[in-house]
């Protein structure tokens, strides 16, 4: 049922339209660097995402890239994350 | 444990390194080669190099072990070894062999790809371990699949074959010439020799840790006697463990099968006795294998094997090392006793006098520790024991002059004494569900058997007093008493992490008390207050009376308002204002209120309304026992609910309170009224009935004729109940104790008051009326097809008035369905329970405010995004921003407001310490309070230091309590699967069903719907909408058609088309042309007339496309089944049955900005993983919310997080989240114990013991909390001093 979408296709809608998704940002590598030692890690140990997601796709990021969320929260009003492209197998 | 092993220094152990054992290894180990199938001869002396060799170690006392000379109590044991005749493969290894030797080439043994292919997935293997620190099981499947498709090596250019496993131990090669070779263990071995150890790295294999040839066994080590012991039965009888058992069988052949290769007997009766020999091998390691059966003790019992001793529930990891049995505990019956402290227990006399603490001896206490010796083990005070300092133990039961040995006794000594008044100790009730199930109180040595409670701490440990039994535990260790005293004590779990609100607090009768005492009604005379206030323990000058003439009466608010704080303020409604609707009350401004249902506390002193559940109820956030802990503390609210209880226990028993079988009588009048409504109900329903036979009555829109029926039956059933209980409650007033109770929320509600006193009402099963049991009926006493009240299990009798022998069947069909409902649910909500604290145990709050699991992965950002715990929060906030501007207000003097600018100003400075939503908050409200300047600081100033007192603090479990927070609620949610969600005509499943679906990740839900908005043009009106939904809506060409008919001997298909169906789907004739195109046919449409003639089509192919095609696609979205049209805030929404965004956001009119799924996986795809994430979180919490169940966001954040960390959705559960821990402890001591070290063990993988349970596995102490603190010593650098 749930199929993989087509990794070439370009999607037709803006996924960062919707209400579900929240803004994604592409770290340039010193933002990306300046991350990692502000939590003093290796990028794997953040969480994951992948290069095939269709946000990650959008922002056009790369296996390797960090890429910083910005969550609209219930709780703080709005919070960032940070996720590591990963290649999908 | 004796003194001098305790103070022995203790090692610990930093990691665990799993290995193969090699044969020259296992020889090494080996104390003897066990040669002889036997175990004692008949003196029942061991036989030497048997299975019971002394030198395998000793198990009888005072027996020195022949290897290391220790007694039994310090022998370890000693591994021995048997020398296989032939190898033999083991079991558990067997996937792994016939992997390796499918992929490796038969001659020379390397990986069937070319050098450059090799070389090409070697630097990807270092590439994927630079960046991601792992490498994923999916590269290495890559790899196996493409050296699975070589025909013949690139290396050697030998021709491969095809290796077949058949199980559970055998392989063959499909020779290209057909047939099928056997390869023998010893073919297996030798080709595993083969392949080089840089092959295996490449397939993720340690050759240093099990090189894979190993794993087909030559020599098989033979585990010490103490991990199969014998016991001897009171017949005398020896009994042999089921190992030892085994491993007689495994020499015995083994020995057959060595002479008979010795002495050369014919080849397939040494195959035969090979075999033989496997099948021991195999079933002494795991004895339920399948294809293979099982073997047997002599009695027909299957033998328990290695693999059962250390599987599942009872294995040795769930059953002994995640879990144990411990000492200094003790379990009875509860019962409760409001005279106690809350944080009290009630111990036995006959239990405190056989538990222990250890206390040493000093200068101070030597008297009474000499006292407490004289008295011995059976005069309490008293002492069992006595530890000298060198570690000797006396045991005072068996001193003869215990004067004696009183008076030797010297500091230093430690005498273990009896449990006396003020000791900690654990108090635990299981199911265990929630940390507030293990807390510590304080010991009240009682006469009689029962542990004693104060009856408000029931509602954390979920006790009741019908025959429930709970544990006590006492801890030994001055730490461990002090961890308990400082932060497991009743009154530091008042406010639960669940929902940051009190969850302990008063229930039942104190509710009734408190409900009657502050009436306004309620009067006192002196006597009557002396004696309450001395209940409460109240000192000082009695409060000035109320009323002086005729006589001096003090009201019920005054009293209770002595137990108040001083300086406490408080405005709310009370739980009686939910019966009264009153507006002023819900809008909760200032007002008298007409029923006293608004409470206003001024001071501490209780102005107006009745004090009820709402307001110092269990369970109830921000309430006026809320409020007192939040502001006064623990201690405080701690004495406050004692002095309550006291008090209210105390005018419970001077008042007195019956509910009697008299005051469920009602007049004939009502009962009249109850009757009519009844009958009037049933008037319609027969109107239904009558309507529905002649098909006139209106069908619901996805509901079948009959479905409708019962909908519009069961309606109208229920409004008459309604209205029957409405009549009774009419006649009802106050000075009923069932209203009483019910209004203060002490116990029972409306309805079953309504149930006993006017009508039953409807009896159902599975949300249906009865309509199961004989055909078309319920019972035989109906017509067949009776779908009439009576018939289906409407009870109209009330329980006063008692049942007919029909109904009370009926009921108790109901009732048993509850039964089992509840009986499944604790099942499933446990399991889900333990999937979650799996999951979840290793995540930890770091001191950088990080959530990270046991490999430092960062799993939150921040924790719950603003860093508040929510135990400490103020019911999910972080600060209460309105109560804190109204204190300051009440506090402060007044002046002149400051400007918008300046409170601007303010909250600005704040910027780098609140979180945006505090700041706005606190912005709007400081801006809306006009407050002066001094007073605008001081808020600002107070807001940050109560934001700063709500942080976690590093070190807490967030897991577990998430955990916790979500798996306890488990228990109390429904299994009704389906609910009416909105419109009455849509399904959707909720409660437990639905939640474990979330955290399971299912691909597809068992109700998937889309909630589909639409875009500015179609969501002002129903007729655009609609469009939408019929674009959306599956229309399948049998939908439209009016006759099918299919010629086989013409090979011919005619469909008619209903005009009248496509228009109401809107499709057209050329639709239809567009969408019919079966390949290999010839597709006329002529009008309504469609016509498919076969090209070239077997007979077979056209019947399977005959019954294709009524199913066949012509419009819409397949997955949908259905489209509703419901209006929602204001604008025109469609609610689909069935789920699929990504086509649905191609449909013109959708509004792919709103448009949502419940369907996880399917966002996870069309909108990405941070959009599931908003998904899991918004499910769950819509379920928890119909339910009636609070629970933090905080909790469901971090499970959602959890759940997609790695980029996809994971299931909470061994196949995601639980598999992908780092620990293979605590992986094994999960689910599928097993595998897992299997997989450990050939990769060579290393435990380091940083999560909860491996630590507990080993005995260690758990890197969390407390535990997780260290005191380290700083080396005095070079240069210093």
């Known amino acids: ?89 | 444990m004796a003194l001098a092993a305790m103070e022995e220094a203790h090692k610990i152990i930093q990691s665990i390194r799993f290995t193969l054992l090699s044969p020259s290894e296992l020889r090494k180990l080996s104390a003897v080669e066990v040669q002889a199938a036997d175990t004692y001869d008949e003196d029942g002396v061991p036989i030497v190099s048997g299975l019971m060799d002394g030198r395998l170690g000793t198990l009888e006392p005072r027996q020195k072990c022949k290897t290391c000379g220790n007694t039994a109590s310090a022998c370890p044991g000693h591994f021995g070894h048997i020398e296989l005749a032939e190898p033999v493969i083991h079991v558990s290894f067997a996937k792994l062999i016939h992997r390796l030797l499918s992929i490796t080439c038969r001659n020379c043994g390397r990986i069937l790809l070319s050098e450059e292919k090799i070389e090409k997935f070697k630097v990807r293997h270092a590439d994927l371990k630079q960046r991601l620190n792992t490498v994923p099981d999916a590269f290495l499947d890559e790899i196996i699949k493409d050296a699975k498709k070589a025909q013949q090596c690139p290396h050697c250019g030998q021709k491969q074959y095809p290796i077949e496993h058949g199980k559970p131990t055998t392989f063959h090669e499909i020779v290209a010439e057909g047939g099928a070779v056997r390869l023998t263990p010893s073919t297996v071995r030798e080709r595993l020799e083969r392949i080089p150890d840089d092959d295996l790295i490449l397939l993720g294999m340690d050759p240093k840790a099990a090189r894979p040839e190993w794993a087909v066994l030559q020599v098989m080590p033979v585990p010490p006697v103490s991990v199969r012991p014998s016991i001897t039965l009171e017949s005398g009888i020896r009994s042999e463990d089921d190992l030892t058992h085994k491993l007689v069988d495994i020499i015995r052949i083994n020995q057959k099968l060595r002479e008979a290769l010795e002495s050369g007997v014919p080849i397939n009766i040494i195959q035969e006795l090979h075999e033989l020999l496997q099948y021991h091998v195999t079933t002494y390691f795991d004895n339920e294998v399948s294809g293979l059966p099982p073997a047997r003790h002599r009695s027909g019992r299957a033998l328990k094997t290695l693999v059962q001793r250390l599987k599942g529930k009872e294995g040795r990891f769930r059953g002994n090392l995640s879990g144990k049995r411990v000492d200094f505990s003790a379990r009875t019956v509860v019962s409760p006793d409001p005279n106690l402290d809350i944080n009290e227990v009630g111990v036995p006399l006959d239990v405190a006098s056989r538990l222990t603490i250890p206390e040493k001896a000093t200068d101070y206490n030597l008297e009474e520790m000499k006292r407490l010796i004289a008295n011995g083990p059976d005069t309490y005070p008293g002492s069992l024991y006595i530890v000298r300092p060198d570690g000797r133990r006396v045991r005072l039961e068996f001193v003869t002059d215990r004067k004696v040995v009183a008076e030797a006794l010297q500091p230093g000594f430690i005498v273990e004494r009896h449990l006396r008044d003020g000791d900690i100790v654990l108090f635990n009730r299981q199911p265990s569900l929630h940390r507030m199930s293990i807390m510590a109180h304080r010991v009240r040595v009682l006469p009689y058997k029962t542990f004693r409670l104060n009856p408000t701490v029931c509602p954390p440990y979920n006790a009741d007093f019908d025959g429930d039994e709970m544990n006590l535990h006492v801890p030994q260790g001055e730490e461990a008493r002090t961890e308990a005293r400082l932060l497991m004590q009743v009154q530091d779990q008042i406010l639960s992490p669940r929902y940051g609100g009190p969850i302990i607090g008063a229930i039942r009768d104190s509710l009734t008390a408190a409900f009657l005492l502050t009436q306004k009604s309620t009067l006192l005379n002196r006597a009557d207050v002396s004696k309450l206030l001395a209940a409460a323990g109240f000192e000082g000058p009695m409060p000035e009376p109320a009323v002086t003439k005729p006589e001096e009466k003090w009201t019920g608010k005054q009293i209770f308002s002595i137990v108040m704080p001083k300086g406490f303020n408080f405005v709310s409604k009370s739980n009686l204002s939910a019966y009264y609707k009153c507006a002023d009350c819900d809008k909760g401004v200032l007002h008298d209120c007409p029923y006293d249902a608004f409470i206003v506390v001024k001071d501490g002193v209780l102005e107006q309304g009745v004090i009820d559940k709402a307001s110092i109820g269990a369970e109830k956030s921000e309430s006026l026992f809320h409020r007192i802990v939040k502001d006064y503390g623990a201690e405080e609210a701690r004495t406050f609910l004692n002095a309550v209880t006291k008090l209210l226990d105390r005018y419970m028993v001077l008042r007195g309170f019956t509910y009697a079988f008299d005051e469920l009588e009602i007049p004939p009048a009502t009962k009249e009224k109850i009757a009519k409504a009844i009958a009037k109900a049933e008037e319609k329903v027969n109107e239904y009935i009558d309507s529905y036979r002649k098909e006139t009555l209106e069908r619901l829109p996805g509901q079948s004729l009959e479905e409708s029926l019962e909908l519009y039956i069961m309606n109208e059933l229920s409004r008459a109940r309604d209205v029957a209980g409405e009549f009774a409650d009419q006649y009802f007033q106050m000075d009923n104790s069932g209203v009483i109770m019910s209004r203060a929320g002490a116990r029972g509600s409306t309805l079953n008051i309504s149930q006993m006193t006017a009508s039953v009402g409807q009896q159902s099963i599975r949300g249906k009326r009865i309509l199961r049991g004989y055909r078309g009926r319920a019972l035989s006493f109906f017509k067949p097809g009776d779908a009439g009240a009576a018939a289906r299990g409407f009870v109209y009798n009330s329980y006063r008035d008692g049942l007919e022998p029909i109904e009370f069947f009926f009921h108790a069909m109901g009732g048993r369905e509850g039964l089992v409902d509840t009986a499944v649910r604790t099942q499933q909500s446990g399991y889900m329970q333990r999937r979650l604290i799996n999951a979840l145990e290793h995540l930890r709050v770091e001191y950088d405010s990080t959530v990270r699991d046991s490999r430092g992965n960062i799993i939150q950002v921040r924790y719950g995004e603003d860093g508040v715990d929510t135990a400490k929060s103020d019911h999910g906030k972080a600060v209460n921003i309105d109560r804190l501007i109204e204190r300051i207000r009440l506090t402060m003097k007044k002046g002149v407001a400051a400007t918008k600018e300046y409170v601007e100003d303010e909250v600005d400075k704040a910027n780098n310490t609140l979180s945006p939503l505090i700041l706005n908050k606190l912005r709007q409200s400081l801006v809306n309070a006009k407050l002066p300047k001094t007073a605008v600081d001081e808020t600002v100033l107070e807001a940050i230091e109560n934001y700063k007192r709500a942080l976690v603090e590093p070190g807490e479990a967030a897991g577990i309590v998430s955990a916790q927070s979500i798996g306890e609620p488990g228990t109390q949610m429904t299994l009704r699967t389906f609910h009416f969600a909105g419109v009455r005509e849509q399904n959707v499943t909720l409660g437990l069903p639905r939640l474990i679906e979330i955290v399971d990740a299912r691909k597809i839900p068992s109700t998937p719907n889309m909630t589909v908005y639409l875009d500015a043009k179609h969501r002002t009106s129903r007729e655009k909408a609609q469009e939408v939904a019929t674009l959306l809506t599956h229309a399948t060409l049998g939908d439209i058609a009016s006759s099918f008919e299919s010629d086989v001997t013409r090979m011919r298909i005619d469909v008619k088309l209903n005009p009248q169906a496509m228009r109401e789907r809107e499709i057209t004739v050329q639709d239809v042309r567009d969408a019919v195109k079966p390949p290999n046919t010839e597709v006329k449409v002529e009008g309504y007339h469609v016509e498919i003639k076969s090209k070239e089509l077997e007979i077979p192919q056209f019947r399977r496309l005959a019954s294709k095609l009524l199913v066949h696609h012509v419009k819409g979205l397949p997955a949908v089944r259905r489209a509703l049209v419901i209006e929602e805030k204001g604008e025109w929404i469609v609610r689909t049955e069935g789920s699929s965004l990504a086509l649905a956001f191609e449909v013109p009119g959708v509004d792919t900005s709103r448009t949502v799924s419940n369907n996880i996986n399917e966002t996870a795809v069309v909108l990405g993983i941070e959009a599931a994430r908003n998904v899991v979180i918004k499910e769950a919490l819509g379920v928890l919310e119909e339910q009636g169940l609070d629970v933090d966001v905080r909790h469901v954040m971090l499970v959602a997080d959890m759940m997609t960390s790695s980029g996809e959705v994971l299931q909470v559960g061994r196949h995601g989240v639980s598999g992908e821990k780092a620990s293979t402890l605590a992986k094994a001591a999960f689910e599928i114990t097993i595998p897992t070290i299997v997989d450990a063990a050939v990769k060579g993988i290393v435990d380091t013991l940083r999560g909860v349970a491996e630590n507990v596995i080993v005995g260690q102490q758990v890197p969390m909390g407390t535990g997780l603190i260290e005191v380290s010593m700083s080396m005095s650098r070079k240069g210093s001093k």
């Open chain 1, 1 to 89: 049922m749930v199929k993989k979408q087509d990794k070439e296709k370009e999607l037709s809608y803006d996924v960062f339209k919707h209400e579900l998704v929240p803004k994604h940002i592409l770290l340039k590598p010193e933002e990306a660097k300046d991350v990692l030692g502000r939590f003093h890690i290796k990028p794997f140990q953040l969480p994951y995402i992948k290069s095939s997601d269709p946000a990650a796709r959008t922002v056009g990021a790369k296996p390797g890239d960090i890429i910083k969320v910005i969550r609209r929260s219930a709780t703080a009003g709005e919070s960032d994350f940070y996720r590591y492209v990963v290649e999908d197998f």
